[in-house]
């Protein structure tokens, strides 16, 4: 019987290239998969999305401030009010309390500030409460 011994060549340029692709490889998938792997939307502190207690932001109307109180508890936004509001804001924007009730009524349909559906004649009005929501939440959550 005799062995028959094969000789196989193989070239270090070869070996490197091939080396290299393989790493390039596994570098793209990992990288496909950290792109679209979901993420998870809400920050979660202590049990909840939220610190419970009342947190405000301030507005600038003019030359006057007011502050937009948000109540919160761990999960949902409890009520929103203006503070310091007094009778001369009101007369100048009177468009304010119309829109903070109008806010208050949807809290409880609603699962995000960003899915409020402001009304075409308070439009602005709204997105300036809006905006002042998104501020006192974001204390709420750190």
């Given at each position: 019987?005799?062995?028959?011994?094969?000789?196989?060549?193989?070239?270090?340029?070869?070996?490197?290239?091939?080396?290299?692709?393989?790493?390039?490889?596994?570098?793209?998938?990992?990288?496909?998969?950290?792109?679209?792997?979901?993420?998870?939307?809400?920050?979660?502190?202590?049990?909840?999305?939220?610190?419970?207690g009342?947190?405000?932001?301030?507005?600038?109307?003019?030359?006057?401030?007011?502050?937009?109180?948000?109540?919160?508890?761990?999960?949902?936004?409890?009520?929103?009010?203006?503070?310091?509001?007094?009778?001369?804001?009101?007369?100048?924007?009177?468009?304010?309390?119309?829109?903070?009730?109008?806010?208050?009524?949807?809290?409880?349909?609603?699962?995000?500030?960003?899915?409020?559906?402001?009304?075409?004649?308070?439009?602005?009005?709204?997105l300036?409460?809006?905006?002042?929501?998104?501020?006192?939440?974001?204390?709420?959550?750190?």
């Amino acid at each position: 019987m005799s062995a028959k011994t094969k000789i196989i060549v193989v070239k270090a340029k070869e070996l490197i290239y091939t080396t290299l692709f393989i790493c390039l490889a596994i570098i793209l998938i990992l990288l496909l998969i950290f792109m679209f792997a979901p993420e998870e939307k809400t920050v979660k502190t202590s049990g909840g999305v939220y610190n419970p207690g009342v947190y405000t932001s301030t507005i600038a109307l003019g030359d006057t401030t007011l502050d937009v109180a948000v109540s919160v508890d761990e999960n949902h936004i409890t009520s929103v009010s203006l503070t310091n509001l007094t009778e001369s804001v009101t007369a100048m924007y009177p468009l304010l309390e119309p829109s903070l009730e109008d806010i208050n009524s949807q809290l409880e349909n609603i699962s995000s500030i960003d899915d409020l559906e402001l009304n075409s004649e308070n439009k602005y009005t709204g997105l300036i409460l809006q905006q002042a929501i998104k501020n006192a939440l974001q204390k709420a959550q750190s």
